[in-house]
C-alpha cells in the first residue's frame, strides 16, 4: 500500500477524517499520513461500508468492535514511533490498526485469540496490500516471543494487570501501551481516585529491569481475555 495507490472513491472521506483527527489534538503526521492511506472501508463488514470513516468504533461481529479512529490515533502518537521499529499488538480485531501501524514502522506482529477474526482481518490485509503485518492465532497475554523483543508493544483490550510475559518481551527503552481496570493503575500513576469499572489507557516505559507506568487518558475496550487477563467468565 503506497502513497497515491488508493484507486476507490473514499479519498474525500479519508481526507475528512484526517482533518477530524487534526482536530482532536493528532499531531503526529506520520500518524496522520497513515490515516489518509489506509482503506477502512475494507476493514468493516460490508454492510457498514458507508459509515467506515466515520469517526466512531464499529462492530465487527463475535461481539468484537474496530476502535474509534481518534482512540486508535491517540494510541499511537503516544508510542511516539520513529519509524524502524518492531511493534507487537494484542487483539488484531479487524487488523485495521495493524495496517496503520505497518505503514508507520518497519514490522508489525499482531496476535488475536479469535481465529475467526483472524482469518478476517489477513484477507483485509490482503486486499489493502498490506505485507508487513504478521497474524497470528493465540492468547496475546503472553505475547508472542518467537519475534522478541519489540519496541513498542500495544494491547488493544482492556486488562485487569500488566501481563508479566508482555513486559518480559519489551525491549530496552520499549514502550508498552494499554487499557488496565482503574483500580489496578498505580496510585503513582493515577492521579485523582478511579471511578468503579473505569479504564485508563497506560504507558509503561522499560529501563532495564524497571517498568514506568504513566496514566494517558480515559478507556473504553473490551475486556482482554486470557492466561494474564480476565477469565472468559469474567468477562
Ligand atoms: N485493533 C483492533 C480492535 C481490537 S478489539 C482493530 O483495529 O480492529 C479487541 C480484540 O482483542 C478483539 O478482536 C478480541 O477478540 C481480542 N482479544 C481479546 N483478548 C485477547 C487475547 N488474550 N489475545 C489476543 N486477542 C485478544
Not at 33 to 52: D, I, K, M, N, W
Not at 105 to 130: G, H
Amino acid at each position: 500500500m503506497a502513497a497515491g495507490r488508493l484507486t476507490d472513491t473514499y479519498g474525500g472521506y479519508r481526507s475528512r477524517l484526517v482533518e477530524e483527527l487534526r482536530r482532536n489534538g493528532i499531531r503526529d503526521l506520520a500518524v496522520l499520513r497513515a490515516f489518509g492511506e489506509t482503506p477502512r472501508h475494507l476493514f468493516v463488514p460490508e454492510a457498514l461500508c458507508r459509515q467506515a470513516y466515520e469517526d466512531t468504533s464499529l462492530p465487527i461481529g463475535r461481539g468484537q468492535t474496530i476502535s474509534q479512529p481518534t482512540t486508535q490515533a491517540h494510541y499511537m502518537q503516544a508510542l511516539a514511533l520513529q519509524g524502524r521499529e518492531r511493534v507487537l499488538e494484542i487483539g488484531t480485531g479487524s487488523g485495521y490498526q495493524a495496517a496503520l501501524l505497518s505503514l508507520v514502522v518497519q514490522q508489525v506482529v499482531s496476535v488475536e485469540r479469535v481465529p475467526e477474526l483472524a482469518e478476517r482481518a489477513r484477507e483485509a490485509l490482503e486486499k489493502a496490500e498490506v505485507t508487513a503485518v504478521m497474524v497470528v492465532v493465540g492468547d496475546g497475554t503472553l505475547g508472542w516471543a518467537p519475534e522478541s523483543p519489540y519496541d513498542a508493544i500495544l494491547v488493544a483490550a482492556a486488562s485487569p494487570t500488566v501481563p508479566e510475559p508482555l513486559k518480559r518481551q519489551l525491549a530496552e527503552g520499549g514502550r508498552l501501551i494499554l487499557p488496565l481496570e482503574a483500580s489496578s493503575v498505580p496510585p503513582e500513576a493515577r492521579g485523582t481516585q478511579p471511578k468503579a469499572g473505569r479504564q485508563v489507557l497506560v504507558r509503561v516505559t522499560r529501563h532495564g529491569d524497571k517498568f514506568y507506568a504513566e496514566a494517558l487518558r480515559d478507556a473504553q475496550f473490551v475486556p482482554l481475555i486470557g492466561r494474564h487477563g480476565f477469565a472468559p467468565e469474567e468477562a
